[in-house]
């Protein structure tokens, strides 16, 4: 039986080698997590991982697990959203987790209140010049600046001094964390205004974290930047030769990531109603497992945003499912790491495969 020829030169078109999306297999291993779960938790505990088993609720799911689930990945879920657009460049950025704790320290001492129990804020930084009980917009100006700060100085060294990512971004990383520390000499900063606290409040960080995913799906969908940010992450040579300016899109790039990583900062601050410069240690590895697992390809030019939410939503199904199992949280670690590694070694084999059918 002949082959039924398509397009340019008789090449032929074969049926099988069609793929299901990446994400769709990423969903789907999210499909088999939750059921895992649900199937131990039946077996071994008598209890639903997903559905609700008490008589004097209604609801058919259990929703304050389905809350705690998404508000445990959305904070670094925004992080991730940056992170995944470096990664699709061919780039990494190991700086945002430590972004998020200066930025955190910087921009709570902002957002203080000049008195507490009608006595001076104890914890204010800036009570004796005047600068407590601000606008909402002054933290957030001073938040969205620093992660721009650092973004565009990742960017700067990577594009004109051709250090590696990974090196700029390691040393952003020590040095931002140094700042966290020195900004209130290790001391925390607490009490933050009404309107400030209200940014991380309930669901808030929740619907953000949508928010700006469904945002950067669209413009890494349908705009010239995501097409660049594609094309970069193939093959950079070749995106130089067809006029894209390559320098200049690899600083955009670090600094949206900047931004992103500053406002989980403040998302993280205001939820929690104090900064310490001990905030967002390993997020940067989180939002890079995230990216990974959701099919994102450390070799660059692959991945979505999509495929990223959904890698948030496995890691916090692990951790809300390890809680439900009742098992220690040095487990959830050790289970990250066998995740990430895993997730890369699939991501190489994917790579392989692409290499053979080609």
Same mark, same amino acid.
């Given at each position: ?120 804020? $104890?914890?204010?930084? #800036?009570? +004796?010049? %005047?600068?407590?009980?601000? =606008? &909402? @917009?002054?933290?957030?100006?001073? /938040? *969205? ?46 009490? $933050?205004?009404?309107? #400030?606290? +209200?940014? %991380?409040?309930?669901?808030? =960080? &929740? @619907?953000?974290?949508?928010?700006? /995913? *469904? ?144």
């Amino acid at each position: 039986m002949a082959q039924t020829s398509h397009g340019v030169g008789g090449l032929s078109y074969d049926a099988k080698k069609r793929a299901w999306p990446a994400e769709f297999n990423v969903f789907l291993a999210l499909i088999i997590l939750v059921g895992a779960f649900e199937l131990i938790g039946r077996v071994f505990l008598g209890d639903s991982f997903l559905f609700n088993t008490r008589d004097n609720v209604d609801a058919i799911f259990n929703e304050a697990r389905l809350q705690i689930i998404i508000l445990q990945v959305s904070i670094v879920g925004i992080i991730a959203i940056g992170v995944t657009q470096v990664i699709i460049t061919g780039g990494i950025d190991l700086s945002s987790g430590s972004i998020v704790g200066a930025t955190a320290m910087i921009a709570m001492s902002f957002a203080q209140v000049a008195t507490v129990n009608g006595n001076p804020n $104890p914890k204010a930084m #800036f009570l +004796a010049q %005047g600068w407590t009980d601000l =606008p &909402v @917009i002054v933290p957030l100006i001073v /938040a *969205i600046g620093c992660g721009l700060l650092a973004g565009l100085t990742n960017g700067l060294l990577i594009a004109y001094t051709r250090i590696p990512p990974f090196i700029a971004t390691l040393g952003m990383m020590v040095t931002a964390r140094g700042i966290a520390k020195w900004w209130s000499k290790g001391q925390p900063i607490s009490f $933050p205004t009404d309107s #400030f606290a +209200a940014i %991380g409040k309930g669901l808030m =960080p &929740v @619907i953000i974290f949508i928010s700006l /995913a *469904i945002l950067f799906q669209l413009i890494l969908s349908y705009t010239k930047y995501g097409k660049h940010c594609y094309a970069i992450g193939s093959n950079e040579d070749a995106a130089r030769m067809s006029g894209i300016n390559v320098k200049n899109h690899k600083i955009l790039v670090y600094a949206i990531a900047g931004i992103l990583a500053s406002l989980a900062a403040v998302v993280l601050c205001s939820k929690n109603l104090t900064a310490q410069a001990g905030m967002g240690v390993m997020y940067e590895l989180d939002a890079i497992a995230m990216a990974v697992i959701g099919g994102v390809s450390l070799s660059g030019g692959r991945g979505s945003i999509i495929g990223t939410v959904i890698g948030s939503l496995i890691f916090g199904v692990i951790i809300s499912g390890f809680t439900f199992l009742r098992l220690d949280a040095y487990y959830q670690e050790m289970v990250k790491g066998v995740i990430i590694v895993g997730a890369v070694v699939l991501d190489q084999w994917r790579q392989r495969q692409r290499a053979i059918g080609a």
